[in-house]
């Protein structure tokens, strides 16, 4: 009922910043918890963000904390992620996801929605 696509991820140097945008068509997702994951090769798929209805709070995960901001835009049913102070160590591909129940928790597996990935690739 939800459909998300990412966009804005691509290749930038350590240091850099870079937007990424998830455009949410079907039902209004302002609602919604929203967050985003990040999965790199090898490894499990990583909570990176969360932005929270009820309160309109924020969460992330220790590893971005600082250098991530995610916001959303409802009149566009849009929620971005901005990645300034980039590091090698961020390279994945990014994915925005959906939690219609609100809760925003930082486990995958609660998520009803996922968007198909952006990938992210930092340069030393």
């Known amino acids: 009922q939800v459909q998300l696509v990412e966009s804005g991820g691509g290749l930038v140097q350590a240091g850099g910043s870079l937007r990424l945008s998830c455009a949410a068509s079907?039902?209004?997702?302002?609602?919604?918890?929203m967050a985003w994951f990040r999965q790199a090769p090898g490894k499990e798929r990583d909570f990176v963000a969360v932005?929270?209805?009820?309160?309109?709070?924020?969460y992330y995960a220790d590893s971005v904390k600082g250098r991530f901001t995610i916001s959303r835009d409802n009149a566009k049913n849009t929620v971005y992620l901005q990645m300034d102070s980039l590091k090698p160590e961020d390279t994945a591909v990014y994915y925005c996801?959906?939690?219609?129940?609100?809760?925003?928790?930082?486990?995958?597996?609660?998520?009803?929605?996922w968007g198909q990935g952006t990938q992210v690739t930092v340069s030393s």
């Open positions: 079907g039902r209004t997702v302002s609602r919604y918890a």
């Open positions: 996801a959906a939690d219609t129940r609100g809760a925003g928790l930082a486990y995958a597996h609660l998520y009803d929605y």
């Open positions: 932005l929270r209805w009820g309160a309109a709070s924020t």
